[in-house]
């Protein structure tokens, strides 16, 4: 199991940027590839964004053009920049490595 660890979320004005970083133990990382997803009040956890170890991304229809996912392999983080942020973006964002799971990070879109 790899320790998963959130930061960088908070409350910003809509067409603002966050980013969001994710801390990973172990020493697995690299070889791991690195999800971004997140959950809004009342809805299901949905995908946002996913990066390869070979560093091959993909990305949630509403968040193409958006939302930019890239890793460090020498810092075991994972990072997710947002920008032209909208309301619709609030949820709780949770990084994932294969079935593990971060606590997540709120973020607030004011409109």
């Known amino acids: 199991q790899v320790q998963l660890a959130e930061s960088g979320g908070g409350l910003v004005q809509a067409g603002g940027s966050l980013r969001l970083s994710c801390a990973a133990s172990g020493s697995i990382f690299s070889i791991k590839a690195v999800r971004w997803h997140r959950q809004a009040l009342g809805k299901q956890r949905e995908f946002v964004a996913e990066?390869?170890?070979?560093?091959?991304?993909s990305y949630a229809d509403s968040v193409k053009g958006r939302f930019t996912i890239s890793r460090d392999n020498a810092k075991n983080t994972g990072y997710l920049q947002m920008n032209s942020l909208k309301p619709e973006d609030t949820a709780v964002y949770y990084c994932a490595i294969g079935t593990s799971w971060g606590q997540g990070t709120q973020v607030t879109v004011s409109s």
């Open positions: 990066i390869t170890s070979r560093g091959a991304t």
